[in-house]
């Protein structure tokens, strides 16, 4: 199944795609949100929607975020080798964790805004696993069994947040609108080998990132094994998985970054696409 989320920022409702066409779920589904992925919920909606006559929804409606704010996003830093290169950072001998706010996320094609006083706001192009069963302390052979399905992210970093401002980086990864998250979610039956897809990314037509997650340096059971060690995963939560090369930071001879009137666009395969046009900040 493509899970989606469609409405106005703030009153989505949960719906599916079948077919390249959006249906309504909500009479079935109140959100897809922890207790929807934790109380088997895939499965009890397959089998709601088998006889359904489920209500068409414009496909000219906006696409909200593709599950609800969950209790965390988890990334993984550095986990592409040629990302880690680019950035002169050395190969990580154990994944790098770091926290993104949830205040981030939005939809897939709503506006980017570059933050207050921000000179290094950046792109990322990256698969993101949502978790579908809870997880501690998980083996890599089993750890599948805790994925509810993919989707596509945008991890938008401000590096001088990031790295020139102390302390962690969730400092500049957190900002609002650094999270678009969607078009849809791919439940793990909708991607043949989640080790083989595309990732790309281009600003202003010009590609900058393509990659492909066989070259991710930890692999997707050993993530969440790994990353459960340290803590619980909750259905719901997000974990996403890292960037390849062609990152702003990477750019030669000399980095760029983000301006205002940029128009920023990004796929995986099996995922879709999405678009965001880069806003300046503004006092509300």
Not at 38 to 56: F, H, M, T, V, W
Not at 248 to 268: N, S
Request: charged residues 25%; glycine residues 10%; proline residues 6%.
């Amino acid at each position: 199944m493509k899970l989606i989320r469609f409405g106005e920022a703030g009153a989505e409702k949960p719906g599916l795609i079948i077919n390249d066409n959006y249906y309504d779920v909500s009479a079935f589904v109140k959100d897809y949100n922890e207790d929807f992925f934790g109380g088997d919920g895939l499965e009890k909606l397959k089998k709601d929607i088998e006889s359904a006559d489920l209500p068409r929804v414009d496909k000219g409606v906006r696409l909200g975020p593709a599950l609800a704010r969950p209790s965390k996003i988890i990334c993984v830093g550095l986990n592409y080798k040629d990302h880690a290169a680019e950035t002169n950072a050395p190969i990580p001998s154990e994944p790098i964790l770091f926290f993104k706010a949830t205040s981030a996320i939005v939809g897939p094609n709503d506006d980017l805004i570059i933050p207050k006083n921000s000179k290094k706001t950046d792109w990322e192009v990256e698969l993101a696993i949502v978790v579908g069963k809870k997880a501690s302390y998980v083996s890599e052979e089993n750890a599948l069994e805790h994925i509810a399905g993919y989707v596509l992210h945008n991890d938008y970093s401000e590096r001088e947040f990031q790295i020139e401002r102390n302390g962690q980086w969730v400092k500049g990864k957190s900002c609002d609108t650094f999270a678009p998250i969607g078009p849809f979610i791919a439940t793990q039956d909708e991607i043949a080998d989640v080790h083989n897809l595309r990732l790309w990314l281009t600003v202003n037509g010009k590609t900058l990132q393509d990659g492909n997650t066989s070259n991710l340096i930890f692999n997707v059971p050993f993530m969440i094994s790994y990353i459960s060690q340290f803590m619980t995963l909750l259905p719901g939560d997000v974990i996403t998985t890292g960037t390849p090369a062609g990152v702003g930071l990477g750019q030669k001879p000399e980095p760029w970054y983000l301006k205002a009137g940029d128009v920023v666009e990004l796929g995986i395969d099996g995922l879709g696409s999405s678009k965001q046009t880069v806003k300046a900040y503004s006092e509300k």
